[in-house]
């Protein structure tokens, strides 16, 4: 098995996109607008950060737009070579934005609930490059869509790495104390975290460094 890739989610500045990439992580998960959660950031940052990344760094711009139209605009404005689509999307939109976009990857989160996720994940599978599994809940009057710190069913998230053919990123209350067991249990091809590397807010360099060595000694 193949070490995780990691992606660092939530990143606010320059200042943290070159400490995580000093770090060596495969992505940088930056944050628009949301109904919920941490790490939003104004598209002009999520501009310029995405900007400055060298390649081959993916940059992800987390969205929470549903309407195709209103992504291919806000993709073009940002620049970023990723699109996380947070929530569910109507049929036939990830078409759209393949057919809008092209050389742009595509990622559709999966809120892991319940067994039900899984053929949600199973069936969005061949319109996307990758899923990426984290444990909010759009449910909710006001939906969360990431960032809660919680840890999911992983025995879910493992039926999906297994039945869906895309790779996978695990989300959802990663930690160095964790992550190995989470790695094990899953194999994922990724690991996407925010709360789990961050002190006070900010991105916490011996915490990352931590996370990473608990990854490697996986």
């Known amino acids: 098995?193949?070490?995780?890739?990691?992606?660092?989610?939530?990143?606010?500045?320059?200042?943290?996109?070159?400490?995580?990439?000093?770090?060596?992580?495969?992505?940088?998960?930056?944050?628009?607008?949301?109904?919920?959660?941490?790490?939003?950031?104004?598209?002009?940052?999520?501009?310029?950060?995405?900007?400055?990344?060298?390649?081959?760094?993916?940059?992800?711009l987390l969205t929470s737009l549903t309407d195709a139209d209103a992504i291919i605009e806000q993709q073009r404005r940002c620049r970023c070579n990723t699109v996380q689509l947070v929530d569910a999307v109507p049929?036939?939109?990830?078409?759209?934005?393949?057919?809008?976009?092209?050389?742009?990857?595509?990622?559709?989160?999966?809120?892991?609930?319940?067994?039900?996720?899984?053929?949600?994940?199973?069936?969005?599978?061949?319109?996307?490059?990758?899923?990426?599994?984290?444990?909010?809940?759009?449910?909710?009057?006001?939906?969360?869509?990431?960032?809660?710190?919680r840890v999911h069913d992983w025995s879910l998230s493992r039926a999906i790495v297994e039945r869906c053919g895309r790779p996978v990123f695990l989300a959802g209350g990663l930690r160095p104390d964790n992550v190995a067991d989470a790695v094990r249990t899953?194999?994922?091809?990724?690991?996407?975290?925010?709360s789990g590397v961050r002190s006070d807010g900010r991105l916490d360099a011996d915490k990352l460094a931590a996370f990473i060595a608990a990854v490697r000694g996986a």
């Open 1 to 60: 098995m193949l070490q995780p890739r990691i992606k660092i989610c939530c990143i606010r500045d320059a200042a943290e996109a070159a400490l995580a990439i000093g770090q060596g992580v495969a992505a940088l998960g930056l944050v628009s607008a949301m109904p919920s959660g941490p790490g939003v950031i104004e598209e002009t940052a999520i501009a310029a950060i995405a900007a400055n990344v060298p390649p081959p760094i993916a940059t992800f």
């Open 91 to 149: 049929p036939g939109i990830h078409a759209r934005l393949r057919a809008a976009l092209p050389g742009i990857a595509l990622v559709q989160v999966i809120h892991v609930v319940d067994a039900a996720s899984v053929e949600e994940a199973v069936a969005v599978a061949p319109e996307v490059d990758a899923l990426l599994l984290d444990s909010g809940n759009p449910a909710l009057a006001v939906k969360e869509l990431g960032g809660t710190g």
């Open 186 to 194: 899953v194999r994922p091809f990724g690991l996407d975290l925010c």
